[in-house]
């Protein structure tokens, strides 16, 4: 308003950018995630009581979930560690997405048979998302480092370009549940240099097979 109280031309303008502001704060931004073991829950606990409370972070295996189900065009998951009973909460996101005409990319490690350190617990938890995807009528790319040395390292289920978890959690019992782990729930634009990156080092992956 002027100074008589009108509403000024420029009201609208600034009404618009304030809407603008808050859809942003929605879209934009990142939520703590973390893994709990047993032994933590109270210290955790403690923590929120001290910053007031209730406000506790996301939880890694329900976040994961989550982001999972979110995807409606593509999603990867990206691990050097994974897990048939990982995959399987996974597993119903994946094939009903597949099944809708979308796409999953898989990238792991040592999952060839002369790859030198060959692990079956990444090949029996890819054969269950295989599985998922085959039966919904839809394909999956995998991508392997099988070369020696750990060759990828980070931890990243990413949906659309839109949602991401990324942390310090293996896809595995122990990531999402056994270990203290920290990570983050990342939304809006940041999301697709991360997508990028991962495609990157897919058809990296594939390059090299």
Known sequence: MDEVGEITRAAPLLLAQ?????????????????????????SLNEMSRDNGGPGLP?????????????????????????????????APALSTLTGAGGTGTVITR????????????????????????????????????DESGLGIHFKVVLADDQLAYIGSANLTPGGTRGHAEAGMLLRGSRVKALSRWLHVVADELARRS
Not at 19 to 42: D, Q
């Open 58 to 90: 996301l939880d890694t295996g329900r976040t994961i979930r989550h982001v999972a189900e979110s995807a409606r065009s593509h999603l990867v998951i990206a691990a050097p560690y994974l897990h048939p009973s990982f995959a399987a909460t996974v």
């Open 110 to 145: 040592a999952l060839g048979r002369s790859a030198p350190d060959r692990s079956n617990a990444n090949v029996a938890a890819v054969e269950v998302l295989r599985g998922a995807v085959s039966s919904a009528g839809g394909e999956l790319r995998v991508c392997s480092w």
């Open 18 to 42: 304030a809407h603008a502001l808050v859809a942003m704060s929605l879209e934009e931004g990142w939520e703590l995630v973390l893994t709990v073991p047993a032994f933590l829950t109270e």
